[in-house]
């Protein structure tokens, strides 16, 4: 069985270039961004450090925590980082985990339990070690999302979908296709009108079903 919305992460201890973690120690009472990689210096892997480390202000302002996973050894990652700040204009300062012995990748259920590392290893060996999960502070996944090799990842997406999800977190509600901050939201199902109107005050009912509401400062 994979891992799945609102299941809780594994309490893992990982090695990283800053010292061992326990996972979920790490996450403490914040909100946490894993992002998986399946091999260092490769190109589209820098560019997507180097877009999360220029994006260290806004992790703070969420209180969001960022770990990322690469299936190589610390020293790797000790001097890939020298390229990531080259290639992003910026100091990747979160850590990243050692997952040579897959331990990670597998738990998360980016490789198969049978999976392993051959001699002479290239990227596509690991190819499906792409995947950015967002844990919330009850240790539970919340979101995920896995992309191909050749597709680098829109860090401005996965910050919007860390504010919907601490919006619905917040104030019980959903959000829209497209949302933004500062956008209508949706007032779920399972709250009537009146209960609706208690909380929120007046609402727009563009379907029985589908009431948007502007969401209070």
């Not at 104030?171 to 939201?185: E, K, L, Y």
């Amino acid at each position: 069985m994979g891992l799945r919305i609102n299941d809780t992460i594994p309490n893992l201890a990982v090695e990283t270039d800053q010292g061992t973690i326990h996972l979920h120690d790490w996450v403490g009472d914040s909100w946490a961004v894993i992002f998986s990689h399946p091999k260092d210096f490769t190109p589209v892997c820098t560019t997507e450090f180097g877009a999360v480390a220029r994006l260290d202000a806004e992790w703070k302002k969420r209180g969001v925590k960022v770990l990322g996973i690469s299936v190589d050894g610390v020293e790797e990652h000790v001097r890939w980082k020298q390229d990531i700040k080259i290639a992003g204009s910026a100091e990747p300062t979160f850590p990243i985990a050692a997952d040579h012995d897959l331990a990670v990748s597998k738990a998360f259920d980016m490789l198969p339990a049978e999976a392993y590392l051959p001699e002479g290893r290239t990227p596509n060996d690991t190819a499906t070690v792409r995947s950015v999960f967002i844990i919330g502070p009850d240790k539970k996944l919340k979101l995920s999302m896995t992309y191909p090799m050749s597709v680098g990842r829109n860090f401005s997406e996965i910050l919007r979908a860390v504010d919907a999800l601490q919006a619905a977190a917040k104030n019980g509600i959903a959000t829209p296709a497209d949302w933004q901050p500062g956008d209508d939201v949706i007032i779920p199902v399972a709250v009537s009108n009146d209960d609706a109107r208690a909380k929120f005050g007046d609402f727009e009912t563009v379907l029985p079903y589908l009431r948007k509401v502007k969401l209070p400062a």
